[in-house]
């Protein structure tokens, strides 16, 4: 089917809720817009109003109106609209695009005086300028390849599209100028500018993945305790006072509490570089939403998820249990059905999009088997005075009455495989799929077969919504359920019933 081309990210709710062809679909290479501005503001308005909630956080953090805010976002969602297509329609004289002013109103660049007329005609202000857009990314390029002979007083540079030059910010102007001059990029495309930004690298706390402190284990919850962020593991991996390094190695934060034995259950506070998520590291089920923390009764399925064995299921067994470790006895554990091995230790117990507890210890292994024990997060939460971080949008829940139901969250762009990458077997039949996206997004299925080592897609589902549903007849093999967040990002629920 022919895709829509990416759009801002401004009110992509908007977008992606006005469903009319012509708009849904419109590339970058069609010659027109399929409608004016004004004709593009109208049927926002009458699909997609923006919420009270959004408003208010306009208003609180870019000031004005309520009346403003409303029309900004309405204004922001119609020049997404019809953004593509006038770009299509300037080809090699395009130069930018932007809003502006307190209602974001559409601003279309071009270096082509003959297209000033039949641009004004879509309603949007056009700006004529001296360098085409291809030609400012040509001159970032060069400046791109300059990466090892960069100054680091030079903390970023960037198109302008507004200012129809190649930005570079400064702490030492001079120096900035120097390695602009030696560059060979015509110095007429290039404004250096005095800058105090001194960037960093953020990282997001997920529960799932690793961390170091000498040894390895896993991020257990995300939580905090006022304004301090963290995150609840187990006791036996640090004692207070312990530093520890992210997944990736970079300095992460220190131990503020742990208790093992008699308790294995510890938090870690993070430093600024370092944001807690209420999401879990759910591998290859994709990133699962953390809404709460009721624990679930014996007999309920519960996953788990760690840095060495990634994300495994199996059901409660007990709760309040007592285990004897060399250590000592640890009481008031959660014993499950669930795999695990040295490294996934403090990880997350999940069921459904509730958090259980942390991973403390067990028998056997992934590939026998075995019999593990969680510590539950609410004692620790109660323990240390912490607030869980939650996602706040439990999945969405459509596609009731299929013969299996698997929840998720994606990012846009971002792919999720079900009931997991290594598939299902499935008879000769009919599979029947179907997909509840969060509102305002576009989700997309794809039913695979796995033919040899490769995967084929068999069926897909790809409207330009979030929902999806559709059938497949087909010989028996191995299959999977890819999903795919074509735009927004957010929770899902899947059903699925295979022959």
């Given amino acids: 089917m022919l895709r829509r081309s990416a759009v801002a990210a401004g009110f992509v709710l908007a977008v992606a809720m006005v469903a009319t062809p012509a708009a849904a679909h419109q590339g970058p290479g069609e010659s027109a817009a399929p409608y004016t501005l004004a004709e593009a503001r109208t049927l926002v308005q009458a699909t997609a109003k923006p919420s009270p909630g959004l408003v208010d956080a306009i208003r609180r953090d870019l000031g004005g109106t309520a009346e403003q805010a409303s029309a900004r976002l309405i204004n922001e969602a119609a020049a997404a609209k019809i953004e593509p297509a006038l770009r299509g329609q300037l080809g090699a004289s395009f130069a930018g695009s932007w809003v502006s002013g307190p209602t974001s109103n559409l601003v279309i660049a071009t270096s082509d005086s003959t297209k000033v007329a039949s641009l004004a005609k879509s309603g949007a202000e056009v700006k004529l300028v001296k360098n085409s857009l291809a030609t400012l990314d040509t001159a970032k390029e060069r400046l791109d390849q300059l990466l090892a002979s960069a ?78 962020g963290g995150f609840a593991t187990a006791g036996h991996c640090g004692t207070p006072g312990t530093a520890t390094q992210g997944y990736n190695q970079v300095a992460q934060g220190t131990f503020q509490g742990s208790s093992f034995p008699g308790n294995d259950y510890a938090w870690v506070a993070v430093n600024a570089n370092w944001t807690p998520t209420g999401v879990v590291n759910g591998y290859s089920a994709g990133i699962l939403p953390v809404t709460g923390s ?31 470790y060399p250590e000592g006895t640890i009481t008031g554990l959660t014993r499950t059905t669930v795999c695990a091995e040295p490294g996934d230790s403090g990880g997350s117990y999940i069921s459904g999009s509730q958090a259980q507890g942390v991973t403390s210890g067990g028998s056997g292994n992934c590939t026998s088997g075995g019999t593990t024990y969680h510590q539950p997060i609410n004692e620790i939460l109660s323990v240390y005075g912490l607030t869980l971080v939650t996602n706040g949008t439990p999945p969405p829940t459509g ?47 794809y039913l695979q077969k796995l033919s040899g080592s490769t995967w084929t897609t068999v069926a897909s589902g790809t ?4 929902d999806e549903a559709f059938t497949y007849s087909g010989t028996a093999g191995t299959y999977r359920v890819r999903v795919h967040a074509y735009s927004g990002s957010g929770s899902y629920t899947l059903g699925l019933t295979r022959p």
């Fill in 151 to 228: 100054p680091k007083s030079i903390p970023s540079w960037y198109v302008d599209v507004t200012s129809n030059s190649v930005v570079v910010l400064a702490g030492d102007v001079a120096e900035a100028q120097a390695f602009v001059d030696g560059s060979g990029v015509d110095r007429a495309l290039v404004r250096v500018e005095a800058s105090q930004e001194k960037p960093r690298p953020l990282y997001d706390v997920r529960g799932g993945d690793a961390f170091y402190m000498g040894g390895r284990c896993s991020v257990g919850f995300s939580v905090t305790r006022g304004s301090q």
């Fill in 294 to 324: 009721t624990q679930q009764v014996v007999g309920s399925s519960i996953c788990r998820s760690g840095s060495t064995t990634q994300y495994r299921c199996g059901t409660i067994s007990q709760h309040n249990t007592s285990v004897t």
């Fill in 399 to 445: 596609c009731s009455g299929y013969q299996n139901s698997y929840t998720g969250s994606l990012t846009s762009n971002a792919n999720a495989y079900q009931p997991g990458t290594s598939g299902y077997s499935a008879g000769a039949g009919v599979h029947r799929v179907c997909l509840d996206g969060p509102n305002g997004t576009d989700y997309d299925a």
């Fill in 463 to 466: 409207s330009a919504n979030p």
